[in-house]
Protein backbone atom coordinates (compact mmCIF):
# COMPACT_ATOMS: atom_id res chain seq x y z
CA UNK A 1 0.00 0.00 0.00
CA UNK A 2 0.93 3.60 -0.86
CA UNK A 3 -0.55 6.60 0.88
CA UNK A 4 0.06 9.96 -0.79
CA UNK A 5 -0.48 13.30 0.69
CA UNK A 6 -0.82 16.56 -1.58
CA UNK A 7 0.11 19.82 -0.39
CA UNK A 8 0.71 23.79 -2.27
CA UNK A 9 -2.46 24.59 -3.19
CA UNK A 10 -3.95 28.02 -3.44
CA UNK A 11 -5.37 30.39 -5.04
CA UNK A 12 -2.88 32.44 -7.56
CA UNK A 13 -3.29 35.12 -9.70
CA UNK A 14 -3.47 34.49 -13.84
CA UNK A 15 0.36 34.56 -14.90
CA UNK A 16 1.62 33.40 -11.35
CA UNK A 17 3.35 30.08 -10.10
CA UNK A 18 3.00 27.84 -7.80
CA UNK A 19 4.57 24.35 -6.61
CA UNK A 20 2.46 21.13 -5.78
CA UNK A 21 4.24 18.56 -3.82
CA UNK A 22 3.17 15.16 -3.39
CA UNK A 23 4.78 13.15 -0.33
CA UNK A 24 4.83 9.22 -0.88
CA UNK A 25 4.74 6.42 2.38
CA UNK A 26 4.05 2.89 2.79
CA UNK A 27 5.49 0.44 -0.07
CA UNK A 28 7.43 3.40 -1.83
CA UNK A 29 10.21 0.87 -3.06
CA UNK A 30 7.09 -0.78 -5.66
CA UNK A 31 5.98 2.65 -7.33
CA UNK A 32 7.33 3.02 -10.94
CA UNK A 33 5.23 6.00 -12.07
CA UNK A 34 4.07 8.81 -10.02
CA UNK A 35 1.54 11.63 -11.90
CA UNK A 36 -0.93 14.90 -11.06
CA UNK A 37 -4.11 14.49 -12.74
CA UNK A 38 -6.97 17.38 -12.19
CA UNK A 39 -10.55 17.50 -11.95
CA UNK A 40 -12.21 21.25 -12.73
CA UNK A 41 -16.01 21.63 -11.46
CA UNK A 42 -18.41 19.54 -14.05
CA UNK A 43 -15.16 18.13 -15.96
CA UNK A 44 -14.24 14.69 -16.13
CA UNK A 45 -10.48 13.95 -14.47
CA UNK A 46 -7.53 14.41 -16.68
CA UNK A 47 -3.61 13.64 -17.15
CA UNK A 48 -1.71 16.73 -16.34
CA UNK A 49 1.42 15.03 -15.93
CA UNK A 50 3.68 12.10 -15.37
CA UNK A 51 7.25 10.86 -14.54
CA UNK A 52 8.64 7.30 -14.48
CA UNK A 53 11.35 5.99 -12.42
CA UNK A 54 13.41 6.44 -15.25
CA UNK A 55 12.62 10.16 -15.89
CA UNK A 56 10.53 9.97 -18.80
CA UNK A 57 8.10 12.80 -18.60
CA UNK A 58 4.44 13.14 -20.24
CA UNK A 59 2.19 16.42 -20.20
CA UNK A 60 -0.98 17.18 -21.60
CA UNK A 61 -0.88 19.58 -24.22
CA UNK A 62 -2.97 22.13 -22.62
CA UNK A 63 -0.17 21.98 -20.10
CA UNK A 64 3.20 21.66 -22.10
CA UNK A 65 6.01 24.15 -21.65
CA UNK A 66 4.15 25.60 -18.19
CA UNK A 67 4.38 22.84 -15.86
CA UNK A 68 7.55 20.95 -15.19
CA UNK A 69 6.80 17.48 -13.07
CA UNK A 70 9.73 16.04 -10.67
CA UNK A 71 10.66 13.82 -8.46
CA UNK A 72 13.20 13.22 -6.21
CA UNK A 73 15.73 9.70 -6.59
CA UNK A 74 13.76 8.08 -3.87
CA UNK A 75 10.66 8.32 -5.95
CA UNK A 76 8.52 9.16 -2.81
CA UNK A 77 8.16 12.82 -3.61
CA UNK A 78 7.08 14.26 -6.57
CA UNK A 79 6.82 17.74 -7.46
CA UNK A 80 4.82 19.66 -10.08
CA UNK A 81 5.78 23.27 -10.87
CA UNK A 82 3.19 25.47 -12.35
CA UNK A 83 3.86 28.57 -14.22
CA UNK A 84 1.77 31.30 -16.53
CA UNK A 85 -1.04 29.77 -14.43
CA UNK A 86 -4.73 30.39 -16.08
CA UNK A 87 -7.80 30.36 -14.84
CA UNK A 88 -8.99 27.07 -16.83
CA UNK A 89 -6.26 25.63 -14.63
CA UNK A 90 -8.35 26.16 -11.87
CA UNK A 91 -8.94 22.32 -10.66
CA UNK A 92 -8.74 20.09 -7.71
CA UNK A 93 -4.91 18.48 -7.98
CA UNK A 94 -4.43 14.94 -7.27
CA UNK A 95 -1.44 12.91 -6.52
CA UNK A 96 -0.82 9.32 -7.84
CA UNK A 97 1.33 6.87 -7.87
CA UNK A 98 1.19 3.31 -9.89
CA UNK A 99 3.06 -0.24 -9.20
CA UNK A 100 2.12 -3.48 -10.52
CA UNK A 101 -1.60 -3.70 -10.67
CA UNK A 102 -2.15 -0.83 -8.37
CA UNK A 103 -3.21 2.87 -9.28
CA UNK A 104 -3.01 4.85 -5.64
CA UNK A 105 -4.50 8.43 -5.11
CA UNK A 106 -4.13 11.30 -2.89
CA UNK A 107 -6.94 13.75 -1.45
CA UNK A 108 -6.02 16.18 -3.69
CA UNK A 109 -5.23 19.72 -3.43
CA UNK A 110 -7.46 22.84 -4.75
CA UNK A 111 -5.79 25.29 -6.84
CA UNK A 112 -7.73 28.37 -8.37
CA UNK A 113 -6.65 30.35 -10.50
CA UNK A 114 -8.10 34.06 -10.39
CA UNK A 115 -7.90 37.67 -10.19
Known amino acids: QVQLVESGGGLVQPGGSLRLSCAAS????????MGWYRQAPGKQRELVARIIKSGFTRYADSVKGRFTISRNAAMNMVYLEMNSLRPEDTAVYYC?????????WGQGTQLTVSS
Open 96 to 104: TAEDIGNDY
Open 26 to 33: GSIFSINA
